[in-house]
């Protein structure tokens, strides 16, 4: 297998036996990006220099014997709203066009103590608002297996990047469905752990409760991987749990005696596409093949999710980004006539149109008022979709469900309806209202070509019961050893 199209497990096994180097297998997938990413755009920055240098560090160290990182010299995507010293970190906003954060966030460092090679920064929604990449600044990327459609977002660089086998692994974060359904949009593997597994310190703030750093792979044990790395404790995130990191990347092999798999009658409603749902179904058989058991449980207020969300996110939005005033860092408009009018003009350059959307939305239902009437409500039902998994999880141990109603969208498809788009987050979103780890893993194709993801959502803490879970699934298909043809025709 050429190096860009194999996984990060066998990469590691590759260079451990000094078959290639980490300079090897940088330079292999520096050359797709050049090849390719003119057309997909899954990055915003890459220094090539920058990335063999780390990786021939890595070899020099790995030749005089010294004892390496979990990652040592696996490239890794950074989506690029993870702060990383001295490299710009941009948010794919023109408020942050030229920012250069003078230090690294917790799981960047981490990924540095892991001995990884990080490889660019990813194309995102500006402040991760979107589910297609569309919002970006710099522009849109695609779907390296459709370039017409949306590779989902708001993680959609670094979903496209380990698609297009610009990258093994690449990190994403999640707020509502942002790692995991742009994964299952691309047909990798997306994962977004327990709420406070990995600290966010460094990590550009869109919605504080609900967002969640995670990883992307092309397979289970690759997301395992990554999510060891990244995890563990840090007193700067004071929502950061303090408790043992297991050993994902290992105990992912053992297969779950036993398993019952909760599937909840409000995942199946209308709009959901036939072709996701067959695919949920076949799945549904390869697991009772397994021996696991298929119970059906009730989520009551799963349908309130997309209003809970849409009020809470924004109202959070509003707060975190009213530090963009043009003062203290961030763009600040030419021509103003007084404070006001520059803190105004500032904004207004420097924001995009879902941003300010966000902005409005939030403002409003956090106005006294409204606050009782949307906020405060909107936390009350966030606790009753909480209890509703913790009684779901009494009797069964994973929930299975789509990732998205449908696959890929086209790009533009939803230009004119903002709503629409909103409505594609209906199934990721509850797992972050309640904190839950969920992970998104290819399903099968669409016959139009397109990948279809499943989700597995489990309680909290429990990311190795859900690496197991979906690691058995994988065992028996093939879905995620496939590789769009766009990334074939480089290799
Ligand atoms: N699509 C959702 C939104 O637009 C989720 C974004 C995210 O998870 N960052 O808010």
Redesign the pocket.
């Known amino acids: 297998m050429s190096i860009a199209g194999a996984t990060a497990g066998e990469l590691l096994a590759r260079m451990e036996r000094g078959d290639i180097t980490s300079a090897d297998v940088t330079a292999a997938y520096l050359d797709v990006i050049d090849s390719h990413d003119g057309e997909v755009r899954a990055f915003v920055q890459v220094d090539r220099e920058s990335a063999l240098s780390q990786a021939r560090e890595v070899d020099r160290r790995r030749g005089a014997g010294e004892h390496l990182g979990l990652l040592a010299g696996l490239p890794v995507a950074i989506k690029d709203i993870l702060c990383t010293e001295g490299t710009r970190t941009t948010c794919c906003s023109r408020m942050l066009e030229n920012f250069v954060p003078p230090y690294d966030a917790h799981a960047i460092t981490l990924l540095k103590n892991a001995d990884a090679v990080l490889i660019g920064k990813t194309n995102m929604?500006e402040f991760?608002?979107?589910?297609s990449t569309e919002h970006s600044y710099f522009g849109a990327t695609r779907n390296p297996w459709d370039l017409e459609c949306a590779p989902g977002?708001?993680?959609g660089g670094s979903a496209a990047a380990v698609a297009a086998q610009m990258s093994p692994l690449a990190v994403g974060?999640?707020?509502?469905?942002?790692i995991r359904?742009p994964a299952g949009f691309c047909g990798v593997v997306g994962m977004k752990p327990t709420y406070g597994r990995i600290s966010r310190y460094g990590l550009v703030a869109?919605a504080s409760s609900l967002d969640q750093i995670g990883p992307f792979a092309n397979d289970v044990h690759g997301a395992a991987l990554l999510l060891e790395a990244m995890s563990g404790y840090d007193q700067r995130d004071s929502t950061c749990i303090d408790t043992p990191v297991p050993r994902y990347s290992k105990t992912v092999e053992e297969p779950l005696e036993g398993l019952k798999i909760g599937v909840a009658a409000e995942h199946f409603v209308d709009g959901l596409d036939p072709e996701v749902e067959a695919a949920i179904n076949a799945a549904l058989d390869v697991y009772e093949s397994l021996g696991a058991e298929i119970r059906e449980i009730n989520l009551p207020h799963a349908p309130y999710a997309v209003s809970v969300?849409y009020l809470i996110?924004p109202s959070e939005a509003s707060s975190n980004l009213a530090r963009y005033d043009g003062v203290h860092y961030g763009h600040r408009a030419e021509s103003f006539e007084n404070l006001v009018d520059m803190f105004s003009a500032s904004r207004g350059e420097g924001f995009g149109d879902e941003v300010k959307r966000r902005i409005m939305l939030g403002t409003y239902a956090l106005s006294a008022g409204y606050y009782d009437a949307y906020y405060l409500k909107a936390l009350k039902v966030r606790r009753l979709i909480r209890q509703d998994f913790d009684k779901a999880f009494a009797d069964i141990d994973v929930i299975l469900s789509p990732v998205s109603p449908t696959p890929a969208f086209r790009i533009g498809e939803h230009d004119d309806d903002p709503l629409g788009?909103?409505l594609a987050?209906i199934y990721t979103l509850s797992a972050?209202l309640a904190g839950l780890p969920g992970i998104s893993i290819p399903a099968g194709f669409s016959s139009a070509g397109l990948p279809i993801g499943l989700q597995l959502m489990a309680p909290p803490l429990e990311e190795e019961r859900l690496l197991r879970a979906a690691r058995m699934f994988e065992r028996e298909t093939e879905w995620h050893t496939k590789r769009p043809a766009l990334a074939d025709r480089s290799s």
Do not use: K, L, V
């Open positions: 929604d991760a608002m979107g589910s977002g708001s993680s974060t999640d707020t509502g469905g942002s359904q869109f969300y996110a788009m909103y987050d972050n």
